[in-house]
């Protein structure tokens, strides 16, 4: 069984910083691409940030240049370093992950429970 757990949302004010955290556990042989992704009410879900095995990047344009995505593959951790943060950032943020259970299992796609980020205005 693999899980996804996320951990560091909350409440902040606008212009305030959160960190997010994703810990990926369990029969895990190989993690490759991770991300994240939010949904507010009301809206589809939409990439953030997601983040390749080797460090390649990729933002969704709402959060370019105010978010940032690491990795610790040590770990199997993702994480989001989220600054400047407006009202509309406002979501349930869900971590996202690629991986492989086995050497000769095919890839898989898991979620994370998602984490509440309210910023205030």
């Known amino acids: 069984q693999v899980q996804l757990v996320e951990s560091g949302g909350g409440l902040v004010q606008a212009g305030g910083s959160l960190r997010l955290s994703c810990a990926a556990s369990?029969?895990?042989?190989?993690?490759?691409?991770m991300g994240w992704y939010r949904q507010a009410p009301g809206k589809q879900r939409e990439l953030v940030a997601i983040?390749?095995?080797?460090?390649?990047?990729n933002y969704g344009d709402s959060v370019k240049g105010r978010f940032t995505i690491s990795r610790d593959n040590a770990k199997n951790t993702v994480y989001l370093q989220m600054n400047s943060l407006k009202p509309e950032d406002t979501a349930v943020y869900y971590c996202?992950?690629?991986?492989?259970?086995?050497?000769?299992?095919?890839?898989?796609?898991?979620w994370g429970q998602g984490t509440q980020v309210t910023v205030s205005s």
């Open positions: 369990g029969s895990i042989f190989s993690l490759d691409g």
């Open positions: 983040i390749t095995s080797g460090g390649s990047t």
């Open positions: 996202n992950a690629d991986l492989k259970r086995n050497w000769y299992s095919s890839i898989e796609n898991y």
